[in-house]
C-alpha cells in the first residue's frame, strides 16, 4: 500500500472513529488465534488502536487448546457433550489455572507490551461474573457437566469505570455463584452476558472461520450480513448448522436485549477486528436485528 492508499484508508476510518467514540465494544476471543502468538498480537494490536482511538474494549477469553494440553500433562482425557466440557473437580482446577494464571496473564501482558494498559478481572475484588449451574438439555433429558454455569449477574459498574479510564478490562470465562464455588463459563454465552449487562454497541466473535458461509467449504460464499430473519431461515434449511447455531442464537439473544450490532470474523485473519469496524466493505459477517 503506498501514502496515498493509507492516506485514504485513514480518511475511510474517520467516519468510524468518530461513530464508535465512547462506545463499548465487547470482543470474545477463542480459537486457535489462542495459540498463534502473532495472531494474537496483532488483534490485540487492534484493541490498543481502539482505546487510543476514544473507544471502550473489552476483552472476553476462554482458553482455547491450553486446557486440554494441560489435562493431557496430568493424564486426564477431555470429555465434552455438544461441545460443552464436562468438568469435574479436578477439570475445574485446571480450567481455573489455566484461564487465570495462563491465559488471562498472558493477554494482559501482551496488551502493556503493546503500549496499552490492561487489567485482570477474576477473583475477589476483581471478580465480575457471577452465575449459576447450568444443565444441558438433550433429547433424553437434562444432563449435569459438573461445574459448569451460565451467567447470571455482571459487576458492570466495575467494568466501567476501567473502561472509563482507558484501561482494558481482560476477563476470563469464569463465574462464581451464590456460595462461592466456581462454574466454567462457556466463553460464547459469557460475552453475551458482558455485552448484554454493558449494553454494548458491538459485540464481536473471533473465531476460526470467516464468518457464516453458505456453503462451509467455500470461503467465498461468506455472507456479509444478516438479520433475525434471514438467520432463521439459513438454520432451517441447514447452512447455519451444527457449532455455529450456539453462537447465531447467542447473537441474536443478545440483540434481543439491547446489543447494537453482533459480528463474527475470521481471527487468523491479521487486523480482521480493524478491517471489520472500521472499512465499509468488512471482513466478516454482521448480524442486525432488522
Not at 67 to 73: L, V
Not at 98 to 120: K, M, Q, Y
Amino acid at each position: 500500500m503506498n501514502a496515498l492508499h493509507k492516506a485514504e484508508a485513514l480518511i475511510e476510518a474517520l467516519d468510524y472513529f468518530r461513530a464508535f467514540r465512547k462506545k463499548i465494544i465487547v470482543v470474545k476471543l477463542g480459537g486457535s488465534i489462542m495459540d498463534d502468538s502473532d495472531c494474537l498480537n496483532s488483534t490485540l494490536a487492534d484493541l490498543v488502536l481502539m482505546e487510543t482511538a476514544g473507544m471502550f474494549p473489552v476483552l472476553v477469553h476462554g482458553g482455547g487448546k491450553a486446557i486440554d494440553q494441560a489435562m493431557a500433562k496430568q493424564g486426564l482425557q477431555p470429555k465434552k457433550i455438544a461441545g460443552r466440557r464436562i468438568t469435574d473437580d479436578d477439570t475445574l482446577a485446571i480450567v481455573r489455572d489455566v484461564l487465570t494464571n495462563e491465559t488471562n496473564a498472558d493477554i494482559v501482558r501482551r496488551i502493556r507490551n503493546l503500549g496499552g494498559r490492561a487489567i485482570p478481572l477474576h477473583t475477589g475484588a476483581m471478580q465480575v461474573m457471577w452465575g449459576k449451574k447450568w444443565l444441558l438439555p438433550t433429547e433424553s433429558g437434562l444432563v449435569d457437566l459438573g461445574h459448569v454455569g451460565v451467567v447470571d449477574k455482571v459487576d458492570n459498574n466495575l467494568i466501567s469505570d476501567f473502561i472509563s479510564a482507558g484501561v482494558i478490562p481482560v476477563i476470563p470465562s469464569l463465574a462464581i455463584d451464590d456460595k462461592n464455588a466456581w462454574l466454567n463459563i462457556n466463553a460464547d454465552t459469557a460475552a453475551c452476558a458482558v455485552a448484554i449487562s454493558l449494553k454494548a454497541e458491538k459485540l464481536v466473535f473471533l473465531s476460526d472461520t470467516p464468518g457464516i458461509l453458505r456453503d462451509r467449504k467455500d470461503p467465498v460464499s461468506l455472507i456479509t450480513s444478516l438479520n433475525q430473519k434471514d438467520c432463521k431461515d439459513l438454520i432451517e434449511k441447514g447452512v447455519i448448522d451444527a457449532g455455529m447455531i450456539p453462537k447465531v442464537e447467542a447473537c441474536l439473544d443478545s440483540l434481543q436485549k439491547g446489543v447494537g450490532k453482533t459480528h463474527m470474523i475470521d481471527g487468523r485473519q491479521k487486523h480482521s477486528l480493524l478491517l471489520e469496524i472500521f472499512t465499509k466493505q468488512g471482513t466478516g459477517t454482521e448480524i442486525t436485528l432488522s
